[in-house]
């Protein structure tokens, strides 16, 4: 399973979810979907412009658990 950890990078770096969705360029309803882990699928523009928003890697928004 692959968890999204856009809550914590965000709170690291005392952002908003409306600021971030600024910076990005995707709506909060998106960016909202994200970071709830409801999200199907990710862009990897999308991704790229998330960590250079959050001055962040990749591997610090997503992270891989094996299912229980």
Do not use: P, W
Request: glycine share 2%.
């Amino acid at each position: 399973m692959i968890i999204v950890n856009l809550d914590v990078q965000m709170a690291k770096k005392k952002m908003s979810l409306n600021e971030l969705s600024e910076r990005v360029g995707i709506t909060l309803a998106n960016l909202s979907i994200l970071k709830n882990n409801k999200a199907k699928a990710i862009r990897f523009s999308t991704l790229e412009a998330i960590c250079r928003a959050l001055d962040c890697r990749v591997e610090d928004i997503l992270e891989y658990k094996e299912d229980d």
